[in-house]
């Protein structure tokens, strides 16, 4: 195993024209996703990066049993590579709810968006109430509808309103029907590399129950997918001393 892992790590690392890049290899013994979680903590990794290898997924299923496993269960941010995706993107999407693990999650889109020069995609998908109620209540849906409608636009201007996109090709879009039907449609209709999603993952309960949209997209596995939980991608000083930096002219300015 060792003389094989030899070889073909340094076959990869000649093939790779990446000079700067420092590398190191692990051979590990033992259960195969017990041996990734228990080195991403051990080497407080900012990121797992995997492949989906789709003679191992499920029949119903384009995912296969490790990877969905890593995208369900890590603490640590994972990104899954599916064959045929540019593994350089050139087009990023973001799905947003407003809540605070999208929030994490588009951070992280626009942080690999520019270190790519990749087009980033932000979408919402607004779900109609046929989507979500029964039809036996006597309820005026296209009034709700229209009404919903109206807020979920303005919270989508408010929520896109605290990121800076400065630098970016990007296309943000409300979409409108059954929300992973949406995404997935989304992803093939503009060529989408690389989806991200945002989970809460911050005890072990939750890791376990990601939200039933990002289940059902992972289990399309549309295109290459980052999963993002309690902890970001890229954590770079430089991101804290900005905040900093404006925080302190925002309050110059009132003062």
């Known amino acids: 195993v060792e003389k094989y892992a030899d070889t073909s790590y340094s076959e990869i690392m000649a093939r790779e024209d990446i000079p700067d890049i420092r590398s190191e290899k692990m051979v590990l013994y033992g259960n195969m996703f017990d041996r990734i979680m228990s080195t991403a903590e051990d080497e ?38 599916k064959e045929g995706c540019n593994t350089v993107p050139a087009a990023i999407l973001c799905s947003v709810d407003y809540s605070d693990a999208s929030e994490r999650a588009l951070n992280n889109a626009i942080k690999i968006a520019r270190a790519f020069s990749a087009r980033l995609f932000v979408v919402n998908v607004f ?49 409108k029907g059954s929300s992973h039907e949406e995404i997935v449609r989304y992803v093939k209709q503009n060529r989408v590399d690389l989806l991200f999603m945002g989970a809460v993952g911050k005890t072990y309960l939750q890791r376990m129950f990601l939200g039933s949209v990002t289940e059902k997209v992972i289990r399309d596995f549309p295109c290459s997918m980052v999963v993002t939980k309690s902890e970001n991608i890229l954590n770079l000083q430089i991101d804290t001393d900005i905040s900093e930096i404006e925080r302190h002219i925002e309050v110059e300015r009132f003062v």
């Open 44 to 81: 407080n990794v900012n990121l797992i990066l995997g492949s989906n290898d789709m003679e191992q997924s499920g029949e119903s299923y384009n995912v296969d049993v490790l990877a969905e496993k890593l995208l369900r269960k890590s603490r640590k941010p994972v990104w899954i590579v």
């Open 127 to 175: 779900e109609p109430m046929e989507y979500r109620y029964s039809p036996r209540f006597e309820i005026d849906y296209q009034e709700e509808n229209r009404k919903n409608q109206l807020e979920n636009s303005r919270r989508f201007t408010d929520f896109l309103a605290g990121f800076n996109f400065t630098g970016l090709e990007v296309h943000k879009e409300i979409l």
